[in-house]
């Protein structure tokens, strides 16, 4: 294809679904559990921060081999076509 052909890209929807569940539900998930855990047990607010930071890097850290497979599902599914 020659740069400036007008093409269609598609995606099936679940993909993006999923994308976007993983990289802003699970991170925001984490942040609160872990604020509202540390919270409860320790009864202060720096307390709440210091859970939210802790659950908020450790789910970032699991995400990530979990966002490289589903870019690969993805690329597998993505359909690239000419406009007509």
């Not at 099936?12 to 855990?37: F, K, Q």
């Not at 450790?58 to 870019?71: C, G, H, K, N």
Request: without cysteine; charged residues 10%; positive net charge.
């Amino acid at each position: 294809m020659p740069v400036g052909t007008a093409v269609t890209v598609t995606l099936p929807e679940s993909h993006i679904l999923i994308g976007a569940a993983l990289l802003y539900g699970v991170p925001l998930a984490a942040l609160l559990a872990g604020a509202a855990i540390a919270a409860a047990l320790f009864g202060s607010d720096l307390a709440a921060a210091a859970g939210a930071v802790a659950a908020l890097l450790a789910a970032l850290s699991a995400a990530a081999p979990l966002r490289r497979r589903l870019e690969r599902a993805t690329l597998r599914h993505l359909a690239v076509k000419t406009a007509a």
